[in-house]
């Protein structure tokens, strides 16, 4: 599977879009872009996936560039809810249903 | 809603002791996992199952092994503690179909070995 790069963290102002960035540039074309989010004490949540295609759902807006070589996770109105560490991930999806390595992330801070 | 389960939120075992982790998920997922998470290491995969009886090793399998006799349950056997092996333990599930694979997970072990 490919390999991710994330910032360590970031801080986002509450009410505002956060937009947390990842580079993939190894990717390859059966690979799709994964985001999970981890808050303190608690399992990793699923937020969004996608191959090609931007992708949006209640959660998230998932942006790939065209090259697919990085990818952007938008949360539209942050909240301090969202305060987490968000895993980028990309993943052969196949008939084992691949599995997931997850790097360092991003600490997503988001403030008063 | 899925709902993955782990046995024990909290362990505290001696060094040299056999420990048990337990997963059980309700939404008849054919694929379970098994991670660790350590502060600057992220999740690492230690291993996975796709099938009831089958295993495959993850990034770091060593002192490690599984059980998958029954498809909701997926346990992780320490077989003789060390200290290294104190960590938080996730368990997951998906379900095995070409496109999706998101995965769930549970709350999480936390395992202390003194």
């Known amino acids: 599977d490919a390999k991710t790069t994330q910032p360590t963290s970031m801080d986002c102002a509450e009410g505002r879009a956060a937009n947390l960035p990842c580079n993939h540039s190894t990717i390859s074309g059966n690979e799709y872009v994964y985001w999970y989010r981890q808050i303190h004490s608690q399992g990793p949540q699923y937020i969004i996936h996608?191959?090609?295609n931007n992708e949006t759902n209640e959660m998230a807006s998932l942006i790939i560039t065209e090259d697919r070589k990085s990818s952007t996770l938008i949360l539209p109105h942050a909240t301090l809810r969202d305060t987490a560490v968000y895993y980028c991930i990309v993943r052969v999806v196949g008939n084992q249903g691949g599995k997931l390595i997850f790097g360092q992330g991003t600490e997503l801070s988001v403030k008063p | 809603d899925v709902k993955v389960t782990q046995s024990s939120r909290y362990l505290v075992k001696r060094t040299g002791e056999k420990v048990f982790l337990e997963c059980v998920q309700d939404?008849?997922?054919?694929?379970m996992f098994w991670y660790r998470q350590d502060p600057g290491l992220g999740l690492r995969l230690i291993y996975f199952?796709?099938?009831?009886?089958?295993?495959e090793k993850g990034d770091i399998p060593e002192g490690y092994s599984v059980s998958r006799e029954k498809k909701e349950r997926f346990s992780l056997i320490l077989e003789s503690a060390s200290t290294n092996q104190t960590s938080m333990y996730l368990c997951?599930?998906?379900?095995?179909?070409?496109?999706?694979?998101?995965?769930?997970f549970g709350e999480g072990s936390r395992l202390t070995v003194l």
């Open positions: 996608g191959l090609k």
């Open positions: 939404m008849d997922h054919e694929n």
């Open positions: 997951a599930s998906s379900i095995l179909q070409v496109g999706t694979g998101e995965l769930f």
């Open positions: 199952s796709y099938d009831v009886k089958m295993k």
